[in-house]
């Protein structure tokens, strides 16, 4: 699933590419990936997401957490005048492609990039074509158009913890989130596994469990030890660790080890440097120990027992 550096790829590119283009056209062969904003269910139509979208420029893409908004102009010709925002959700396969009439790619010819279910067409300043096309092979992705003035009080939204590359995530504020009393002044988290603070998106907003492993596995902490175990040092030395994995795999667009690709259709690049994500039953490249794998829910966490403690 794509996780916070994927996403930010996907946005610092389509602020690159879309920004400042109008929405002439929405073709959808699978209408139930566009939800209701209020209730989470499919729309009641297409029809009158593309009537609202359309005519509409693009003012800019951004994300908070894993969710991928593009903020809408006004509609000149539309009853309903104020500002919309296209939500976006990616979930498990999907991934946006930017076209143009000049793009000779062989990318988009890829197997992966072939699940085309939602098209926007796009019209530039001087009139150049262009696509913005959603592929998604497990069709889990999610579509949401809200008002943008409203956007921050969808649930989802409102119910994220602070987003990991936020300036405000400072060490201090890290180690806030660690200390955090209880309403009856006991420790909140302190009995908690840390792999399940640092993955609980309410907590804190954007790591799943590809860097999950690669943080817990730069910092040497196991991903079962308990928070209050974790002493100022380890704390510093995890923060760290956070940041520096992430900015990593942004520098290096992301991890493309199944679905996943950028909007012009390539993987990413981080999956060649993962130490441990995926690596069980390999040796260690630090110690030659064996990488283990500890499911968690639905997922699984790859550590090295020697290096990790
Ligand atoms: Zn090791």
Request: glycine fraction near 6%.
């Amino acid at each position: 699933m794509p996780e916070l550096p994927e996403v930010q790829t996907v946005v610092s590119d389509l602020n690159k590419k879309i920004v400042g283009d109008t929405i002439t056209d929405f073709w959808s062969d699978w209408p139930k990936t566009i939800k209701d904003a209020n209730s989470g269910k499919p729309a009641s139509s297409a029809d009158k997401f593309k009537k609202e979208i359309k005519s509409r420029k693009i003012l800019k893409v951004r994300r908070i957490g894993k969710n991928i908004f593009i903020d809408l102009a006004g509609n000149p010709h539309y009853l309903e005048r104020g500002k919309k925002t296209i939500y976006i959700h990616l979930k498990m396969t999907g991934h946006l492609l930017v076209k143009t009439a000049k793009t000779k790619n062989n990318y988009f010819n890829e197997r992966v990039n072939q699940y085309i279910h939602h098209i926007w067409k796009l019209k530039t300043k001087n009139k150049k074509l262009k696509t913005l096309e959603f592929s998604d092979l497990r069709k889990f992705g999610k579509i949401v158009l809200v008002d943008t003035d409203k956007l921050e009080e969808l649930k989802e939204i409102k119910e994220l913890g602070i987003d990991v590359m936020d300036n405000k995530f400072t060490f201090q504020k890290f180690d806030e989130i660690l200390e955090k009393k209880s309403a009856y002044g006991r420790s909140a988290y302190g009995g908690k596994k840390i792999r399940d603070i640092l993955m609980n998106q309410h907590i804190i907003a954007g790591i799943g469990n590809i860097y999950l492993s690669e943080i817990l596995f730069d910092a040497g902490i196991m991903p079962t030890s308990l928070t209050w175990k974790l002493s100022f040092q380890v704390r510093k030395k995890l923060y760290n660790s956070i940041r520096k994995i992430l900015e990593k795999a942004i520098k290096l667009r992301g991890t493309s080890d199944s679905d996943y690709r950028d909007t012009s259709g390539a993987p990413g690049k981080f999956q060649k440097v993962l130490k441990v994500y995926q690596h069980e039953g390999q040796k260690c490249l630090k110690c030659d120990t064996i990488i283990k794998r500890v499911k968690m829910g639905q997922r699984s966490v790859f550590y090295c027992s020697k290096c990790q403690k």
